[in-house]
């Protein structure tokens, strides 16, 4: 048989192994947390970056979406002039 100072020392010892694991799962899972918010907060802030990218270029006036300093080039635009267009190939070929 073990003395009794033997045995509170092997209970001490198992009472203090239980409460630091349960101490040292709860600080795991913190900060497992913090990341998951963190990684959440990153992905939502990227996808908003790409929208007001996206809102820009949707909304930028016309004029400036032309290259050429006011001459369309798109065909599929409705306001392009295939004559203006012409022209300015004639103007930049002459060069």
Known sequence: MAS???NVLRWSALGAGVFYGIYRQSVLSAKSKVHEIDAEYEQKS???QKAKAEW???NMPKESK????????DPNDSRFDL???LTMK???EAK
């Open 46 to 48: 990227v996808l908003i």
């Open 56 to 58: 820009t270029k949707k």
């Open 4 to 6: 009794p100072g033997a």
């Open 66 to 73: 032309t290259e050429g300093g006011g001459i369309i080039t």
């Open 90 to 92: 004639m103007g930049d």
């Open 83 to 85: 004559e203006a267009y």
